[in-house]
């Protein structure tokens, strides 16, 4: 069984089962962002079945945002240029820093369900 997942702290206890971010609804300041953590329970290795980089990604699963609207990064920073899917690296067995922001122009106000953040196909051992 795969337990890599994302969790909102880095001692990997505490998984998003979902997520919420508060927009802004007048248009001033920065758009939301969140600083999450991704990676295996303590004592397993994940990697990419296909030998290449583990990736997370935003679908968008219906109407509302659209996965474009998504920026994920591995810093804060990386935001500024961040798209919707960022490589966490080949091979995760600590906890890995993902920061996911929400572009909300031209968002209404509301509680939207329709983004996923998934990985390709992972596989994992123990350490």
């Known amino acids: 069984m795969i337990s890599f997942a994302l969790y909102y702290d880095a001692a990997l206890t505490r998984p998003v089962t979902e997520l919420a971010l508060t927009g802004d609804s007048e248009g001033m300041g920065t758009p939301p962002r969140m600083r999450l953590w991704a990676g295996p329970t303590p004592g397993r290795v994940a990697t990419a079945a296909d030998g290449g980089d583990i990736v ?72």
């Open 56 to 127: 997370l990604s935003a679908q968008s699963t219906g109407a509302g945002i659209q996965a474009n609207a998504v920026r994920l990064a591995t810093s804060e920073d990386g935001l500024a240029t961040g798209g919707a899917s960022v490589s966490l690296g080949a091979r995760i067995d600590v906890a890995v820093p993902v920061w996911l922001q929400i572009t909300t122009q031209g968002i209404a106000v509301g509680d939207y369900r329709n983004l996923e953040l998934v990985t390709n196909a992972l596989k994992e051992a123990a350490l």
